[in-house]
């Protein structure tokens, strides 16, 4: 099930691997006041239950999902304020890449588009390690090792130890989806033209402890997105989640700055869009 909640210029927000759209109950709880909050569950988690079909899952499954949920709660002739986080992040990419006329900007935390890297790059090989390392655990029943391997990778060595058992148990029971998240995070976008294309404004934020691949995906975008700002958190590649108010502040003033340019056409013609967002920091 969808949360939706408060009225006015929709704003769509998309959750991480191993999440769900609870993970946005403070971004929520701050936007509603002004803005229609729309928080879906992707494929597998949440309310959402796993793809099924013979046919290979892509990210094209949940770009799907994403625009079913909008096209039922969102009029055709508005467009939406998209927010998104890791995968939900290159969700969102490829969302705004395929809908284009339907997206009034994207706020977008370490997206995974690994695909925004060389084929060569180390990072590159790292990533691919994990991710292929997951389906031979979960095949061998070993559930909680996978999503150690996977929890450690992005948030750092002993942090899957540091959670309380239930959530150790809680995060192993999901981790049978990622596989599938990393297999369509792989295969899009097929070089920078796929993004180059993106009009709508964009706000790239990384953390400071984040894995040197996500900051070097957020690098990669922010030179081929043609209307990008950029943010630094004080946090690690789950931002969003550990540190919400840190992240929700940039996401609000963001959302803000690109509402108040929509209704004042000399202000954005002006504007340049290729400088850091500061006014989020105050």
Known sequence: ???????????????????????????????????????????GYGDNAMPTGAAPFTLDDEVRLVAETIDRIVPPHMRVHLVGHSYGGVVA???????????????????????????????????????????????????????????????????????????????ARNIGKVPLDFQASMSWPIGTESVRSIAAPVLLLSGTQSPAVAKAIVARLAQSLPKRYLGRIDAGHMGPVTAPHLVNPWIEAFIDMCVERATSPATAASADSRVPLSAAAD
């Not at 946005?24 to 992707?42: G, K, M, S, T």
């Not at 990533?127 to 750092?156: C, K, M, N, T, Y």
């Open 1 to 43: 099930m969808t949360m939706v909640a408060g009225t006015g210029l929709p704003v769509v927000l998309l959750h991480s691997s191993l999440s769900s759209k609870a993970q946005w109950n403070a971004l929520v709880e701050r936007l509603a006041p002004r803005f229609r909050v729309i928080a879906p569950d992707l494929h």
């Open 93 to 171: 990419l490829k969302f705004a890449q395929r809908s284009r006329g339907r997206v009034a900007s994207l706020a977008l935390y370490e997206p995974v588009a690994f695909r925004m890297l060389d084929a060569d790059d180390a990072l590159v090989a790292e990533i691919r390690r994990v991710a292929e390392s997951l389906p031979r655990l979960i095949a061998a029943g070993a559930h909680l090792q996978a999503a150690e391997a996977f929890v450690d990778f992005w948030s750092g060595p002993g942090s899957f130890g540091r959670f309380a058992a239930p959530v150790q148990m809680h995060v």
